[in-house]
């Protein structure tokens, strides 16, 4: 039987986020603060992808992301498809798409919002805007860019 | 029309629907019409002001004592358990079990939409920090139709501090429903800020910017004025703006005989009081509506019939 060539290796328990468009994955390596879990990271950038031409693929060991992480990197590269891997299988694949609303993953970057003080779930509302993604503040109505949210 | 207010809160402009905006604005008219003292009969209202405002929590309490209700409250936060830590959501929760609604003025922006998450009785937005202040909107709504009997496809200016003023945003938010059109006179540092001209766009609502207030003066049916605040600029820069957005009588001659000037008041000097005696001068007016605006939020909300 042919074995099939990995251009970054293959993991066999943990997350693997493919077809991240080409350019992105150092950026969602660092926002999503990805080196911090202390597991092993493979990453790899500028491969050949049948559907987008190049992409980026990061590869974590022993992590599994939850929807909540899941959302918001459809906030960034709503291209990107999450692999679960289980005993080198995929178990679950995860097509990204860009959610109407999104809870407790970001806090308000206006400092005066009532809900940085209060017990209450951040909460934005997800609009696209002349191409670009912009979140309304479900408390303080404030719109931000996805940036900023992000800075945060 | 069935009382599409009744047991709800009253927190953002953009949260009300066009047909709640206009029974609140027909129901503001009618008390204003044939006044009831009986609305409010038995029920006691929170007045919750967090920050000192006088104005607004008078108009508020007049409006509570006028429709025949009892009020509680405080009208600094300093002397509240909020200074002692104590959380928003605490205070709603503690607060909404004494009283049958909750009027409530906050220094933080979106402090109004958590505390009704927390009440158990409506709240009614008296201003959160530079957010929301419905009530204003309201009042506004009330005058301009008094005024031009009609809110739809009028020509709106509006002059000053347009960046931070919390009034022109809600008004605009408002009156793009009825499809008005808009003229902008602001200092360049102080424009109209993109998220409501994009919501401006979105409705197919025109705007524009003029140069000078004699032009929006000449062009629009309400002239809607607030004050550019020096500290906002340094010495320099505010010598080049000075006297630029302030209304004097003269500036009105060529006027349509329709037009009407509003200010949200406190005024300074952005409008001389020249302009008082003209037929155009309507914001003392405008003020007196802020009662009869609130009147209405307070009886729909606690009334499921007006």
């Given amino acids: 039987m042919e074995k099939k ?13 493919d077809h991240i468009p080409a350019g992105k994955g150092l950026a969602i390596l660092r926002q999503f603060k990805l080196l911090h879990y202390g597991s092993a990271v493979t990453v790899g950038f500028n491969l050949p992808s049948k559907t987008q031409g190049s992409k980026d693929i990061i590869k974590i060991s022993g992590v599994t992301l939850d929807d909540a992480a899941a959302n918001r990197l459809a906030l960034f590269a709503p291209e990107a498809v999450v692999n679960t891997i289980d005993r080198f299988q995929v178990v679950d694949k995860r097509h990204l ?12 970057p206006n400092s005066n919002c009532a809900s940085l003080s209060e017990p209450v779930q951040s909460r934005f509302y997800v609009k696209k805007q002349h191409g670009q993604t912009r979140l309304k503040c479900h408390y303080c109505e404030k719109t931000f860019s996805r940036d900023s949210v992000t800075e945060a | 029309m069935a009382n599409l207010l009744y047991r709800q809160n009253v927190i953002s402009v953009s949260d009300l629907t066009t047909e709640q905006l206009e029974l609140l604005l027909d129901t503001a008219l009618k008390l204003k019409a044939s006044p ?8 006691l209202i929170g007045s919750c002001f967090f920050e000192p405002s006088t104005r607004t929590r008078l108009s508020f309490e007049t409006a509570v004592q006028r429709l025949g209700g009892k009020v509680i409250g405080f009208s600094d936060g300093a002397n509240t358990s909020a200074k002692k830590g104590e959380t928003l959501a605490d205070t709603a929760r503690i607060i909404s079990s004494y009283t049958d609604a909750i009027i409530q003025r906050h220094p933080k922006d979106g402090a109004a939409r958590i505390t009704a998450e927390f009440s158990s009785v409506p709240v009614i937005n008296a201003g959160d ?21 009609r809110l739809n496809q009028l020509k709106i200016a509006m002059c000053g501090d ?8 809600s008004l605009c938010q408002a009156l793009k429903r009825w499809g008005c059109e808009f003229a902008f006179v602001s200092p360049p540092s102080l424009a109209m800020p993109e998220y409501i001209t994009e919501e401006l766009d979105e409705a197919g609502c025109r705007h524009q910017v003029f140069s000078s207030l004699e032009e929006a003066a000449q062009w629009a049916d309400i002239l809607y004025m607030t004050r550019v605040q020096r500290e906002r600029f340094d010495e320099q820069e505010f010598a080049k703006i000075q006297g630029k957005f302030n209304l004097n009588a003269a500036m009105l001659a060529g006027a349509k005989p329709n037009l009407r000037v509003l200010h949200p008041l406190p005024r300074v000097d952005e409008i001389h009081p020249d302009v008082d005696a003209t037929p155009y001068a309507y914001y003392f007016e405008q003020a007196t509506n802020g009662v009869y605006a609130r009147m209405a939020m307070l009886s729909l909300v606690l009334n499921e019939e007006v």
């Fill in chain 1, 5 to 17: 060539q990995y251009s970054v290796e293959a993991i066999e328990n943990g997350t693997v986020i």
């Fill in chain 1, 97 to 108: 798409t860009m959610p109407d609303e999104i809870r407790a993953v970001f806090r308000c």
């Fill in chain 2, 36 to 43: 009831r003292d009986d609305l409010l009969a038995g029920k």
């Fill in chain 2, 129 to 149: 920090g530079t957010n929301q202040h419905p009530s204003q909107t309201l009042l506004d709504l009330v005058t301009i139709y008094e005024t031009q009997g």
């Fill in chain 2, 162 to 169: 347009l960046k931070y003023g919390r009034t022109v945003h």
